[in-house]
């Protein structure tokens, strides 16, 4: 979406008497959610727009600066501001310029992105475990602005964190009206020094919250004592006395069904990393827990359409959609799951390697410290994390209350072994029917272990179309190959 069309978009929702859009990851999620949109009127009725960057059928294609001269000849719409820069100085000198310009375009950006202009490089380049090599972000610095502080609160996240945040005098920065701003934790509010009435410098990069960086000191005034904010012994939302964590400088709300706490769980549970359960946003759970239908994500399934229609904002048809969605959370694969209970330094990575490893929920559960060390990625933390979730009361009956509801508990196949089950799984060049991530997936709740690049202990590759070196190493090593075909048959259970 650009700045005009979030402006119409905004507009629309004014005039149809629902919030307004205004931040960039609001946007973004805005833009989903349209797409999302089953009625295509909805869909057409919301100025969306979108730019070509990148061309899925390579045939005769060698370079990313083809790829866009094919797309902007087959008319799609693409920037014209692309450049093919050749080493370092060009690349720098290119994000000078537009970091200047940046205000000039017609939509926000906080950077650009360099990609390897010959395609032939990407497979060799491989990826890490979030995004391919061949392409790299390189953001501008965050910009800046001067305002006053207002008032300090404390927050409390769903670990229990406590989280001083800035009230400021409304400021604009890159196009959006900015008045909170995080102070991250309340050792930098001591360093800090901040009080309120202090003029700060603050700034918002990408789609983080913005975040006071400075305190100009010098144009307090020599007469007049600024009040020092008063740091909370109590938490704010549940008037638990706070703790400290052995090792760790926060100050937590130690109260294990804190309001605050329950809220952020169950909107880990329902966000897209997690369960997926579309409607399931803040307003929705902050009321669902303040009138007590739920006290864990467990209480999520005992939902009736009338619970939620009695909600603000929540008419009958919205409550009936959501049910359907928190119905349809009930079939997720085993790493979202786990990624969405919260438990400490377990996030989609290491969610997908416990999924693997243990293929179900109460293997996981009965795993003692040594065997959840022994596995790749699981440290001595990680391990002992995971085994106090298990063992933890609160944390025992709410995976009884999603068994009871019929909350899928394994990647498993009925009655018998997983296809895949133990087998290195390493794919090369593009698929046509799969994403790379959706085959990974895939090749995982199989039960295969997926690995970026071929070695002697790789069991099976996976070819598209035009392989990388990837192939030629497994032909060397004699390591079985197959076609993207082959694997979808394997992954069913058919012999191939
Ligand atoms: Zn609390």
Redesign the pocket.
């Known amino acids: 979406m650009d700045g005009e069309n979030i402006s119409a978009l905004n507009h629309y929702r004014l005039v149809h008497e629902s919030p307004t859009f205004y931040l960039p990851l609001v946007i973004m999620n805005a833009t989903a959610g349209t797409l999302k949109q089953l009625d295509p009127r909805v869909v057409a009725s919301r100025p969306l727009d979108f730019m070509a960057y990148f061309l899925l059928n390579l045939e005769g294609i060698e370079r990313q600066s083809e790829a866009l001269e094919k797309l902007t000849e087959l008319r799609f719409k693409v920037s014209n501001d692309w450049r093919v820069a050749v080493g370092v100085d060009e690349v720098i000198d290119y994000h000078h310029k537009w970091e200047e310009r940046r205000h000039d375009l017609e939509y926000n950006i906080d950077g650009i992105v360099v990609k390897v202009n010959d395609m032939r490089l990407w497979d060799r380049l491989g990826r890490t475990a979030k995004a391919p090599r061949y392409a790299i972000a390189f953001k501008f610095v965050a910009e800046q602005a001067t305002t006053t502080v207002e008032s300090i609160d404390f927050s409390?996240g769903r670990t229990?964190v406590i989280t001083p945040v800035a009230n400021l005098a409304p400021v604009h920065i890159s196009g959006t009206t900015v008045s909170r701003a995080s102070l991250h934790n309340i050792e930098e509010l001591e360093r800090k020094d901040v009080r309120i009435g202090d003029r700060v410098i603050v700034q918002k990069a990408g789609e983080i919250i913005p975040e006071v960086v400075e305190v100009l000191y010098h144009l307090r005034d020599k007469d007049k004592e600024l009040k020092r904010p008063i740091i909370p012994d109590?938490?704010?939302?549940?008037?638990?006395p706070?703790v400290k964590r052995e090792g760790y400088v926060a100050l937590r709300?130690?109260?294990p069904t804190?309001?605050?706490?329950v809220k952020g769980e169950i909107e880990l549970y329902g966000s897209r990393m997690g369960m997926d359960i579309e409607g399931l946003g803040s307003v929705v759970v902050s009321q669902l827990v303040d009138k007590g239908l739920v006290d864990d994500v467990g209480d999520l399934y005992k939902l009736t359409v009338d619970d939620i229609a009695g909600l603000e904002r929540m008419g009958e048809k919205s409550a009936n959609n959501l049910i359907d969605a928190i119905e349809k959370s009930k079939n997720r694969p085993l790493f979202r799951l786990l990624t969405s209970l919260g438990i400490d330094y377990v996030g989609e990575t290491t969610a997908q390697v416990l999924a693997t490893e243990f293929g179900s929920v109460d293997r996981l559960m009965s795993a003692t410290i040594e065997e959840l060390e022994k596995v790749d990625g699981v440290g001595e933390k990680v391990a002992k994390a995971i085994y106090d979730y298990f063992h933890n009361e609160r944390n025992i009956r709410i995976i009884d209350k999603l068994k009871q509801a019929g909350v899928k508990m394994s990647d498993e196949v009925e009655g018998g072994e997983r296809p895949l089950s133990g087998k290195k799984v390493v794919f090369t060049g593009s698929l046509s029917s799969l994403t790379r991530e959706e085959a990974k997936e895939i090749a995982q709740k199989a039960g295969a272990k997926v690995a970026s690049s071929v070695s002697s202990s790789t069991d099976i590759l996976v070819v598209g179309e035009n392989p990388g070196s990837k192939y030629d190493k497994a032909r060397e090593l004699g390591i079985e190959i197959i076609s993207e075909d082959e694997f979808l048959a394997l992954v069913r259970g058919e012999k191939v």
Do not use: E, Q, R, S
């Open positions: 409390v229990g109590k938490c704010p939302v549940c008037n638990t706070l709300c130690p109260n804190c309001p605050a706490k």
